[in-house]
């Protein structure tokens, strides 16, 4: 009788300690990338904030998996299956980012100039352009029109990709919830099948998410192809992982920590969980930290995020809104600017008496 391997396998001090301090260290200096990404107006956009939280997660569990290696009264049960999990979900939560830019992308070929995300249109990217991110300023073609079933049918694909990513992340919660003995044969079969289950799910999330952007990129004549190209490279390097798991997953041991290679414990199984699994994350991770996501993918503040389009009705009231807003801004502006004036004046006045 024998176990499901855990991916990755348990935490080894010839192996794990140096891998885990390396990847807490380059996760940890992402974050200062990040919160600048939030402050600075030109690249701030909330989709990146389940980001920011998937690196400052990945610094704990490394940290952790490297003091495990160390401290062996720190090494639990629990703390496997917390592993585990994370594991089986970082690859799942990063697609359901790119997927969220990828709806963006795509529902912006949609619109017409005034119901652009952005204030302006975005800027395109033929095939002769020179470097990968670099636009050109050549005019859309055919002209900008406002495509309303094209969008709903887009936004449709991205709610069944959002089932999808459901689906795989049940699944991969229920399959690490509780690591069983050997001799359990029934929950380890089904947490084994549910495994599998979920990086199929997901494979087949990221492989989807790809071809959509193939598609697009040929097809669609309005498509920004330098995001297509940025996000092409995010899912490619996303496949990397599901399908390590996938092969790697098959493995099964009468004892999980036992020093060769049925629980994934040796030299050759260590290096290639991290560089085919860990480092594949890692990479998407600092490609949104490192590029400006904002300005490639055209996402404005939040992103397309919504069921449908706003209505006359609706439309008016937000601009009433918008307009109200910054009438009052401007009021308050420019009550600041005549206080300071004021101010100025009356320390003049001061100054020339003394």
Same mark, same amino acid.
């Given at each position: 009788?024998?176990?499901?391997?855990?991916?990755?396998?348990?935490?080894?001090?010839?192996?794990?300690?140096?891998?885990?301090?390396?990847?807490?260290?380059?996760?940890?200096?992402?974050?200062?990338?990040?919160?600048?990404?939030?402050?600075?107006?030109?690249?701030?956009?909330?989709?990146?904030?389940?980001?920011?939280?998937?690196?400052?997660?990945?610094?704990?569990?490394?940290?952790?998996?490297?003091?495990?290696?160390?401290?062996?009264?720190?090494?639990?049960?629990?703390?496997?299956?917390?592993?585990?999990?994370?594991?089986?979900?970082?690859?799942?939560?990063?697609?359901?980012?790119?997927?969220?830019?990828?709806? =963006?992308?795509?529902?912006?070929?949609?619109?017409?100039?005034?119901?652009?995300?952005? =204030?302006?249109?975005?800027?395109?990217?033929?095939?002769?352009?020179?470097?990968?991110?670099?636009?050109?300023?050549?005019?859309?073609?055919?002209?900008?029109?406002?495509?309303?079933?094209?969008?709903?049918?887009?936004?449709?694909?991205?709610?069944?990709?959002?089932?999808?990513?459901?689906?795989?992340?049940?699944?991969?919660?229920?399959?690490?919830?509780?690591?069983?003995?050997?001799?359990?044969?029934?929950?380890?079969?089904?947490?084994?099948?549910?495994?599998?289950?979920?990086?199929?799910?997901?494979?087949?999330?990221?492989?989807?998410?790809?071809?959509?952007?193939?598609?697009?990129?040929?097809?669609?004549?309005?498509?920004?192809?330098?995001?297509?190209?940025?996000?092409?490279?995010?899912?490619?390097?996303?496949?990397?992982?599901?399908?390590?798991?996938?092969?790697?997953?098959?493995?099964?041991?009468?004892?999980?920590?036992?020093?060769?290679?049925?629980?994934?414990? =040796?030299?050759?199984?260590?290096?290639?969980?991290?560089?085919?699994?860990?480092?594949?994350?890692? =990479?998407?991770?600092?490609?949104?930290?490192?590029?400006?996501?904002?300005?490639?993918?055209?996402?404005?503040?939040?992103?397309?995020?919504?069921?449908?389009?706003?209505?006359?009705?609706?439309?008016?009231?937000?601009?009433?809104?918008?307009?109200?807003?910054?009438?009052?801004?401007?009021?308050?502006?420019?009550?600041?600017?005549?206080?300071?004036?004021?101010?100025?004046?009356?320390?003049?006045?001061?100054?020339?008496?003394?």
């Amino acid at each position: 009788m024998s176990a499901p391997s855990l991916v990755g396998g348990t935490a080894l001090r010839a192996y794990d300690l140096p891998a885990g301090i390396v990847f807490a260290a380059v996760y940890g200096l992402l974050l200062p990338a990040f919160i600048y990404r939030m402050v600075d107006r030109s690249s701030r956009t909330f989709i990146l904030i389940q980001i920011i939280f998937f690196a400052a997660e990945r610094v704990v569990v490394f940290s952790l998996r490297a003091a495990e290696t160390t401290h062996s009264n720190i090494e639990t049960l629990g703390l496997n299956e917390y592993q585990q999990a994370t594991f089986a979900l970082g690859f799942l939560n990063l697609t359901h980012v790119v997927a969220k830019l990828a709806r =963006t992308v795509l529902v912006n070929t949609t619109k017409g100039p005034e119901s652009s995300t952005e =204030t302006s249109e975005p800027a395109l990217v033929t095939s002769s352009s020179f470097g990968l991110w670099r636009p050109t300023t050549k005019p859309a073609s055919p002209p900008a029109v406002d495509d309303p079933r094209s969008r709903y049918w887009f936004r449709r694909w991205s709610e069944c990709m959002g089932v999808l990513y459901l689906a795989a992340m049940v699944t991969a919660i229920v399959a690490t919830a509780n690591i069983y003995a050997a001799n359990d044969v029934v929950p380890n079969r089904r947490d084994q099948a549910l495994r599998y289950s979920s990086a199929a799910i997901g494979l087949v999330l990221v492989l989807a998410l790809s071809g959509i952007l193939l598609w697009a990129q040929r097809y669609v004549p309005r498509v920004d192809q330098r995001a297509v190209r940025f996000l092409l490279a995010a899912t490619t390097l996303l496949t990397i992982p599901p399908i390590y798991r996938l092969v790697v997953m098959r493995s099964t041991t009468p004892n999980i920590a036992d020093a060769d290679h049925q629980p994934l414990n =040796t030299l050759s199984d260590k290096a290639a969980f991290y560089v085919l699994h860990v480092l594949p994350e890692w =990479t998407v991770v600092a490609m949104l930290c490192m590029f400006n996501v904002r300005d490639i993918c055209h996402t404005g503040l939040k992103g397309d995020e919504g069921w449908r389009d706003e209505s006359p009705k609706e439309r008016a009231k937000r601009e009433k809104k918008d307009q109200e807003r910054a009438m009052k801004k401007a009021a308050k502006d420019k009550n600041a600017a005549f206080e300071m004036k004021s101010t100025s004046n009356a320390t003049d006045s001061i100054s020339s008496l003394a």
